[in-house]
T-cell receptor, first 112, second 116 residues
């Protein structure tokens, strides 16, 4: 158990819809990361938050947004969903000094 | 920007045989290097990491990796593979930017199949 909790574990929705994925980091970790894993793209970094502020952006689409709340949990919002958004979305957290990320078990999104 | 190459998409070994998974990275400074393992339907678990110091690092489950700066490599090894090692293995390089900016970049992964 990494200590990172993601909900929901599975989500099935239709094209054009909007979903929210939730992540609770390990106790004490201020940094949260979101990754997308798909068969064709592999593990792609989406975005990083540190103590409530956005710190780094990767290959995140404009239809996607994220935020980190004062209690340090984070949400990834995916809107106007397309078939190609079907993927496994991982959240990870870190204590910045160590550089290693601790991953949740992921949220599997299926867009039909 | 950093990048990671895992040349082998899929490797098959027999149980009890030795294993080496290759990883090459590109980064301008001394990198933070990691190997993660992902079992089907699971998240990523850290096997080992290299920050500095001894270039041969030991990890969990009997794995080790060697950092070779001259070759920009960080290959993962195990002397005797067990059937439970079948999984996908990811090499990653981490880099700190300014202002708490940190990015961990992954390779495409190597899928390991273990034959009985």
């Amino acid at each position: 158990d990494s200590g990172v909790t993601q909900t929901p574990k599975h989500l099935i929705t239709a094209t054009g819809q909007r979903v929210t994925l939730r992540c609770s980091p390990r106790s004490g970790d201020l940094s949260v990361y979101w990754y997308q894993q798909s068969l064709d793209q592999g593990l792609q970094f989406l975005i990083q938050y540190y103590n409530g502020e956005e710190r780094a952006k990767g290959n995140i689409l404009e239809r996607f947004s994220a935020q980190q709340f004062p209690d340090l949990h984070s949400e990834l919002n995916l809107s106007s969903l397309e078939l190609g958004d079907s993927a496994l979305y991982f959240c990870a957290s870190s204590a910045m000094s160590t550089g290693e990320l601790f991953f949740g078990e992921g949220s599997r999104l299926t867009v039909l | 920007a950093q990048s990671v190459t895992q040349p082998d998409i899929h490797i098959t070994v027999s149980e009890g045989a030795s294993l080496e998974l290759r990883c090459n990275y590109s980064y301008g400074a001394t990198p933070y290097l990691f190997w993660y393992v992902q079992s089907p339907g699971q998240g990523l678990q850290l096997l080992l990491k290299y920050f500095s110091g001894d270039t041969l690092v030991q990890g969990i489950k009997g794995f080790e990796a060697e950092f070779k700066r001259s070759q920009s490599s960080f290959n993962l090894r195990k002397p005797s593979v067990h059937w439970s090692d079948a999984a996908e293995y990811f090499c990653a390089v981490g880099a700190f930017g300014g202002g708490s900016n940190y990015k961990l970049t992954f390779g495409k992964g190597t899928l390991l199949t273990v034959n009985p």
